[in-house]
Structures are given as structure tokens and as C-alpha cells.
T-cell receptor
Framework: GQQVMQIPQYQHVQEGEDFTTYCNSS?????IQWYKQRPGGHPVFLIQ?????EVKKQKRLTFQFGEAKKNSSLHITATQTTDVGTYFC??????????FGTGTSLTVIP | DARVTQTPRHKVTEMGQEVTMRCQPI?????VFWYRQTMMQGLELLAY????????DSGMPKDRFSAEMPDATLATLKIQPSEPRDSAVYFC???????????FGQGTRLTVV
């Protein structure tokens, strides 16, 4: 199936450090979504980006959509243990349905 | 509190048996997705319905998997016969439209022995 690589695949950070995950597509996207999945849980929607170069913030989380609408990033400032989980980007790589990226698993060391 | 409901939450079955997973989407959502999650393959899109019509099931092994929406309140995913490699967590998600926020159910953890 369709998948988009996210980097890094895994990230361990000390509590208080920053974290960034990147999502790269070979095709131009109409929009992109980000989800968080806690260990043992289900994906939960975080945000959707639509405009070229768009930047959105949710408290310590900053989301960016590239100018060419082919890549996106999620940056967490001063991580906390509650940020633990896997972060997925999702986009309509083909058609209208959303395919999920490979995900970045974040571990926060207290 | 609107949410997507999946049953069963856990299922252990023997190879060769039929497995049926059920999903109740959020009322008013006309878009339903089935995803499969494994460590190796991540979150794979299996099937996608809009207004109960299957629009894409290219991610689904056709010989043993089938997905249907008998009515607007029920989506089903069947595996017959099941195989050990089908062991995974199966998620159903619903959305107002294909390009809007998807709400996920808690998943069905399937183990085929």
C-alpha cells in the first residue's frame, strides 16, 4: 500500500528537550493531517494543514506545511512525559483517502 | 460523546476460522475507513467507504477479506479463512468527508493461532 516515510523512525529525548519529526512526499498534497497514538491506544487527530507554507501552533506543538506542499513537520518544544507516543502524518497521496506515514515513535526520558 | 465503536476489542481464533469485526461510525459521518496496524507494515489502509459505497479496497487481500456497510450505522470487515499473518490490530475510522478529521475506534486486536 501507499506509505510515506517519516524521519526519524524512533527518537529518545530527555524530558525538556525539543523534538521534531518530518514527513516527506514525492507528490504535491492538497492537505496533510497529523495524528498521535499513545502506546496501546488509537490514533487521535491533532491538526490539518491546507495552505502552502502554513504554520499552526497548539501550545508546545508547532506544525508546518512546506511551501511546495510536499513536506511537513511537527516540532514539540520542551517535551514532557505526556508527549510519549507515535506521531503520524497522513495525506491523500492518491485519490481522496488518507494514507498514513510510517510514524515516529517518541520516548521521553524523565 | 460521539465516538466510533468497534467490536470485539480482542479476538483469538484458530487458523482457518472466519472472523467478523464490526464498527459503528459516528452518526452523520458518511466516510468510513478500515486500517490494519502491525509493527512491520505500520498503518495500512484496507478499505474506504463513502455513503456506504466501497470506493477503494485495493489495500485488501481480496481472496480472503471482504468489507461491507449493510447500513449507515454498521461497517463490517470479514476474514475467511483467517491465517496467522492476519494477526494485527484492525481500526475503523469515520469522518464527515474523506479529507476531514478521522475519528478512530479503539481497534480490534486479532490473534490467529
Amino acid at each position: 500500500g501507499q506509505q510515506v516515510m517519516q524521519i526519524p523512525q524512533y527518537q529518545h529525548v530527555q524530558e525538556g528537550e525539543d523534538f521534531t519529526t518530518y514527513c516527506n512526499s514525492s507528490t504535491t498534497l492538497s492537505n496533510i493531517q497529523w495524528y498521535k497514538q499513545r502506546p496501546g491506544g488509537h490514533p487521535v487527530f491533532l491538526i490539518q494543514l491546507v495552505k502552502s507554507g502554513e504554520v499552526k501552533k497548539q501550545k508546545r506543538l508547532t506544525f508546518q506545511f512546506g511551501e511546495a506542499k510536499k513536506n511537513s513537520s511537527l516540532h514539540i518544544t520542551a517535551t514532557q512525559t505526556t508527549d510519549v507516543g507515535t506521531y503520524f502524518c497522513a495525506g491523500p497521496w492518491t485519490g481522496n483517502q488518507f494514507y498514513f506515514g510510517t510514524g515516529t515513535s517518541l520516548t521521553v526520558i524523565p | 460523546d460521539a465516538r466510533v465503536t468497534q467490536t470485539p476489542r480482542h479476538k483469538v481464533t484458530e487458523m482457518g476460522q472466519e472472523v467478523t469485526m464490526r464498527c459503528q461510525p459516528i452518526l452523520g459521518h458518511n466516510t468510513v475507513f478500515w486500517y490494519r496496524q502491525t509493527m512491520m507494515q505500520g498503518l495500512e489502509l484496507l478499505a474506504y467507504f463513502r455513503n456506504r459505497a466501497p470506493l477503494d479496497d485495493s489495500g485488501m487481500p481480496k481472496d480472503r477479506f471482504s468489507a461491507e456497510m449493510p447500513d449507515a450505522t454498521l461497517a463490517t470487515l470479514k476474514i475467511q479463512p483467517s491465517e496467522p499473518r492476519d494477526s494485527a490490530v484492525y481500526f475503523c475510522a469515520s469522518a464527515l468527508r474523506p479529507d476531514t478529521e478521522a475519528f478512530f475506534g479503539q481497534g480490534t486486536r486479532l490473534t490467529v493461532v
